[in-house]
C-alpha cells in the first residue's frame, strides 16, 4: 500500500496522559500536513512540514501540542497533559506539490483519539 | 480570511434521485478539491478544478468550478447508497481551508 499510513488508528487515554501519533506520508511527497476534526465538522488546519522545516502552527496548537518530521520523512504529532477538548479525529495529509501545481493533498485514514 | 460555506449541510434522499451540492467561498480559489469521507475514515480526493467554468465528470458525478474561482457545484445523478458520505470542498494554496462539509445520505 503506498498511500498515508497513521498509527494508531484508534487511542482511548486519560486525562492528563501524554499521547503520539505517527504518519508515514507518500514516500515521494515533501509536503505533510495535520488536521484536526470533531464531530459533525470538517477538518481544521494545525500545522504543516515542507521536508523536515514546519513552516506554519495553527492558534489552535497550544503548548501542549508538537509536532517533528526528523528527516523529512515520518512525522509525529504529541499532545501533552491531554484534556477531554482533545478528543477528536487527528488526521495527516500529504503532497507533492511543487512549482505552481495544484494542492492535492492525499489524507490518511485519520487517528481517533478519546480523552476520559 | 478565506470563509468558505457548503450547503445544503444534511441532505437524505432516496436511491435514483438526483441531487446538487454547492461550495462557496469568500476568496478566489487558485484550485478547489472535492473529497468525500466516510464515518471512521479520512477524506479521500475525487477531483481537482483550476480553471474557471470548467466541468469534469466521474462516472455519475459531475463537477463544476465557477467562472470566477469562488464558487462550486456537485451534481450526483442517479444517486446510490454508496455515495453516502461527507463531501468536502477544501480550498488553499498550501493549508486547506475547509467549510462543514455536506452530509450525504442515500437510502435504498
Known amino acids: 500500500d503506498t498511500g498515508v499510513s497513521q498509527n494508531p488508528r484508534h487511542k482511548i487515554t486519560k486525562r492528563g496522559q501524554n499521547v503520539t501519533f505517527r504518519c508515514d506520508p507518500i514516500?515521494?511527497?515533501?509536503?505533510l500536513y495535520w488536521y484536526r476534526q470533531t464531530l459533525g465538522q470538517g477538518p481544521e488546519f494545525l500545522t504543516y512540514?515542507?521536508?523536515?522545516?514546519?513552516?506554519?502552527k495553527s492558534r489552535l496548537l497550544s503548548d501542549r501540542f508538537s509536532a517533528e518530521r526528523p528527516k523529512g520523512s515520518f512525522s509525529t504529532l504529541e499532545i501533552q497533559r491531554t484534556e477531554q477538548g482533545d478528543s477528536a479525529m487527528y488526521l495527516c495529509?500529504?503532497?507533492?506539490?511543487?512549482?505552481?501545481?495544484?494542492?492535492?493533498?492525499?489524507f490518511g485514514p485519520g487517528t481517533r483519539l478519546t480523552v476520559t | 480570511t478565506q470563509l468558505l460555506e457548503q450547503s445544503p449541510q444534511f441532505l437524505s434522499i432516496q436511491e435514483g434521485e438526483n441531487l446538487t451540492v454547492y461550495c462557496n467561498s469568500s476568496?478566489?480559489?487558485?484550485?478547489l478539491q472535492w473529497y468525500r469521507q466516510e464515518p471512521g475514515e479520512g477524506p479521500v480526493l475525487l477531483v481537482t478544478?483550476?480553471?474557471?467554468?470548467e466541468v469534469k465528470k466521474l462516472k455519475r458525478l459531475t463537477f463544476q468550478f465557477g467562472d470566477a474561482r469562488k464558487d462550486s457545484s456537485l451534481h450526483i445523478t442517479a444517486a446510490q447508497p454508496g455515495d453516502t458520505g461527507l463531501y468536502l470542498c477544501?480550498?488553499?494554496?498550501?493549508?486547506?481551508?475547509f467549510g462543514t462539509g455536506t452530509r450525504l445520505k442515500v437510502l435504498a
Open positions: 495529509a500529504s503532497s507533492p506539490r511543487t512549482g505552481g501545481a495544484p494542492n492535492e493533498q492525499y
Open positions: 477544501p480550498g488553499g494554496t498550501y493549508k486547506y481551508i
Open positions: 512540514f515542507q521536508n523536515e522545516a514546519q513552516l506554519e
Open positions: 514516500s515521494e511527497h515533501n509536503r
Open positions: 476568496s478566489v480559489f487558485s484550485s
Open positions: 478544478v483550476v480553471t474557471g467554468g
